[in-house]
């Protein structure tokens, strides 16, 4: 059984800043690729980063680059969104999810929910103006 967890979520107030964190446990896995997505209600589940594993080549969703950074700590087996400047509209739930066979790469593969072969349980991010 494998699982990834987050962590990090919380209130802020627009401008503020937000670490989230995204554990595996269980069973020890190979990623190709590890990404956040986030969900606010009544919307679809929407891109924001995601990371190659081993190469560390990133990628942003246009709405939060210059404001997230993703990493990772291979080392922990650890993926990381750093988030800054944060605007309300960031409110929803963010997931962390993991890439394990069938990777293509590329941003259009990388951002596309069904490309994710593993999925947290979510972490609430609330940003008040």
């Known amino acids: 059984q494998v699982q990834l967890v987050e962590s990090g979520g919380g209130l802020v107030q627009a401008g503020g800043s937000l670490r989230l964190s995204c554990a595996a446990s269980?069973?020890?896995?190979?990623?190709?690729?590890r990404g956040w997505f986030r969900q606010a209600p009544g919307k679809e589940r929407e891109f924001v980063a995601a990371?190659?594993?081993?190469?560390?080549?990133?990628y942003y969703a246009d709405s939060v680059k210059g404001r997230f950074t993703i990493s990772r700590d291979n080392a922990k087996n650890t993926l990381y969104l750093q988030m800054n400047s944060l605007k309300p509209d960031d409110t929803g739930v963010y997931y962390c999810?993991?890439?394990?066979?069938?990777?293509?790469?590329?941003?259009?593969?990388?951002?596309?929910?069904?490309?994710?072969?593993?999925w947290g349980q979510g972490t609430q991010v609330t940003v008040s103006s």
């Open positions: 990371i190659s594993w081993i190469a560390g080549s990133t």
């Open positions: 269980g069973r020890t896995f190979s990623s190709s690729a």
């Open positions: 999810a993991a890439i394990t066979k069938g990777y293509f790469g590329g941003y259009n593969f990388v951002s596309t929910r069904n490309s994710y072969d593993y």
